[in-house]
């Protein structure tokens, strides 16, 4: 079956800061990659996905490189903010049931200034 | 524009008692879901809705759990006889489709439960 392995939390860091939070998993099939931030009290967000190996994925300054070899989908940014504060789930969708999303544990980050 | 909403916000219950969970999803959306998240767990998908049908719900736990669409809008949850253990934020998303280019979850904010 699917699953998803993510980093756990929490990661706290100060504003600017390099952030990496690893990603990994197990699929049947090729399956598209997410990742979703749920800002605090606020409903999970679709951050970026990649549906296909060797794609990137970005958006507000995070990325993520769909790489197959390693069956890793880590999420990265250069220089975090303190709006950047939120827990961040790695999902994938996959197989014949591709519309339904395995989600990782979440991973806590917060961010000092 | 209007995000997917959800009714209560907030459901405090005593076990033993039945429950029923709202979601307005997003207008134009055929495809909904249901989602569980238990305290420092991810996400994890009960069942998913085509229109007025369920067109899978393997991730119902049990039979106390149940959920209708009775015109492709509006879903209500239900959950029968409550137990401590279905303490959980539960999760509803909508979507244009379930496959396809336009497949993107849109998610409510949730409907947090608490089963005394």
């Known amino acids: 079956g699917n699953s998803v392995t993510q980093m756990e939390g929490p990661v706290t860091l100060s504003e600017e800061a390099f952030l990496t939070i690893n990603c990994t998993y197990t699929a049947t099939g090729h399956p598209s990659l997410f990742w979703y931030v749920q800002y605090p009290g606020e409903g999970l967000q679709l951050l970026l996905k990649a549906t296909k190996a060797d794609d990137k994925g970005s958006n507000k300054g995070f990325e993520a490189t769909y790489r197959k070899e390693t069956t890793s989908f880590h999420l990265e940014k250069g220089s975090v903010q303190v709006s950047d504060s939120a827990v961040y789930f790695c999902a994938l969708r996959s197989g014949g049931s591709n519309y339904k999303l395995t989600f990782g544990k979440g991973t806590l980050l917060t961010v000092n200034p | ?116």
Do not use: M
Not at chain 2, 42 to 60: H, K, N, R, V, W
Not at chain 2, 70 to 80: A, C, F, H, R, Y
């Open chain 2, 1 to 116: 524009g209007a995000g997917v909403s959800q009714t209560p916000s907030n459901k405090v219950t005593e076990k033993g008692k039945y429950v029923e969970l709202r979601c307005d999803p997003i207008s134009g959306h055929t495809a909904l879901y249901w989602y569980r998240q238990s305290l420092g767990q991810g996400p994890e998908f009960l069942i998913y809705f085509q229109g007025t049908g369920a067109a899978d719900d393997s991730g119902l736990p049990n039979d106390r759990f149940f959920a209708v669409r009775p015109e492709g809008s509006v879903s209500t949850l239900k959950i029968q006889r409550t137990e401590r253990g279905d303490s959980a934020v539960y999760l509803c998303a909508s979507s244009f489709s379930a496959s396809g280019g336009v497949n993107e979850q849109f998610f409510g904010p949730g409907t947090r439960l608490t089963v005394l």
